[in-house]
Structures are given as C-alpha cells and as structure tokens.
C-alpha cells in the first residue's frame, strides 16, 4: 500500500483488550502514514530493562500485570509526544487505559496541540478493536517475541517456519514476562475494570469508531485505514 506521507494525520488512539492486536496494527499504521508508534507497555518495558528509575518503579506492577500509577505513565508520555517526531501525529498504543489517563490526556493534547498552528491540528480519532474473548486467550497464551528484530509470532495462528525460532535472524523467541498464563487473568481483569471505562468515556464523546479484530489481520488494517483517512479527510475540510 502507497505510504501517506504529507498530510497531518493527528493523534491516533487504539484501544482493545491485551490480545487485541493493538501494537499489529500499530506498526502498520505507523508505516502507511509515517508517523510513530507510541507503545505505552514498550517504553515500560525498555526502562525496565534499562534498570532506569523509572523502570525500577513500574517493575514491580507489571510483572504482576497491574497497571502501573498513572503519575508515572502521563509523566513518560507527555516527554514522548514532545518529541519532533509527533509533530504529524502519533498511534498511542497501550495509552490511555484509565478514565483519568483519558481526561489528562484530551487536556494535554487542547492545551499543547491545538492551541499550536505548529503542530497537528486534527482531531484523535479512537478505533476500538473487537475481539471475541476465547480468540483472546489464545492469542495471548501463544504470542512469541523476537528478543532481537521485535517481530511477533503466535504458536497457533502465525507460527515460526522453526518452532520458537525466528524466521527473519534465527533468533530464539521470547514469551514476554506478562504473557504467562498467571498473569494474563490478572491483565484481562485489569482491562475490565479500568480500560472500558475509557471506551465509554470516547463513546460518550461520540469519537469512538469499531473495527471488528476478528477478521485476518490484513482485514483489521484496511478497515483501519479506511477509519483514518475518512476521520483525516472530515477533519481537514
Ligand atoms: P502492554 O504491552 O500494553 O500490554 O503493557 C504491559 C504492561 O505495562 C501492562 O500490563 C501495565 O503493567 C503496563 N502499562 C502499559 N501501558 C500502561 C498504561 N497506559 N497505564 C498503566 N500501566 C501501563
């Protein structure tokens, strides 16, 4: 598909339950309109791993798959989204996942991109992924991580050519820390209580669009794009 490169595209926010295909989609439309994927649970995971002040506080929540206190998340992303390259638009992904995360974000994104010719001047739109719960699990009980190119296989549905090996550099793939099936009740019941809400705060707003996450993903991402470049198209006329 031709790459959108001149238009501002906005803020773009995905929302759907762990599983939903949420950082799939992401790359994709980070991709097609070149502008950055903004993956809350990476950026986590990365200080984590850099043993950064901030990871040595959000270690502890997400390896129990709680969602980590939004003063240390609103912190992180309000750095990111300063960044140069956010200036077109961005794909939040992961973010916002409490009712507050919403409200602090929609005032954010008035006060610092709005009110500034400088920057995006259109709309968020929110695209909400469906996905029947069974598919879920499976999904997440079977999702493998290349620890060196970040591509992301699953056992049952998109399997490596070699069984936990990936195909692009050989590397042995990883499954992530909150993926063990412990933890993935936790994460869904997270999701339940906290992040519908966020659903239905957007819904209320009258910005929340559906895509049905069952379908192949090559499905999910033209019904996204199509979302995008409508949403983009009423915004800019
Ligand atoms: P994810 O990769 O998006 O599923 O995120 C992995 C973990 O990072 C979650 O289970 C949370 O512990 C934490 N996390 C990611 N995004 C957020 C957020 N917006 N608010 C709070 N915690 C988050």
Redesign the pocket.
């Known amino acids: 598909m031709e790459k959108e490169i001149r238009r501002n595209v906005g803020p773009i926010i995905l929302l759907g339950p ?1 599983g939903a295909g949420k950082g799939t989609q992401a790359k994709r439309i980070a991709e097609h309109y070149g502008v950055p994927q903004v ?4 950026i ?1 995971r990365e200080n984590v791993q850099r043993g950064t002040e901030l990871g040595v506080q959000a270690k502890a ?2 390896a129990g ?4 206190p939004d003063t240390l ?1 609103c912190d992180m992303v309000a750095d990111r989204l300063r960044q140069p390259d956010c200036e077109r638009g961005f794909i939040l992904d ?5 009712a507050a ?1 919403a409200g602090w974000l929609d005032a954010l994104l008035e006060h610092e991109f709005f009110d500034n010719t400088q920057r995006g001047r259109c709309l968020p739109i929110v695209i909400g992924i469906d996905v029947d719960y069974n598919q879920l699990l499976l999904r997440l009980t079977g999702r493998r991580t290349c620890p060196t190119c970040g591509r992301i296989y699953n056992v049952h549905f998109q399997p490596p050519r070699v069984p936990e090996t990936c195909d692009l550099d050989g590397s042995a793939l990883v499954t992530r820390n ?1 993926d063990r099936e412990e933890v993935i009740g936790e ?1 869904l019941t997270a999701y339940q209580l906290q992040t519908r809400p966020v659903a239905e705060y957007y819904e209320l707003k009258g910005r929340l669009v559906h895509v049905n996450g069952d379908l192949p993903v090559d499905k999910v991402t033209e019904q996204m794009f199509r979302e995008i470049d409508s949403h983009s198209a009423a915004s800019s006329s």
């Open positions: 762990p993956s809350t649970g990476d986590l929540f997400m798959g709680e969602l980590v998340v992961g973010f916002p996942r409490t995360q909150d994460r």
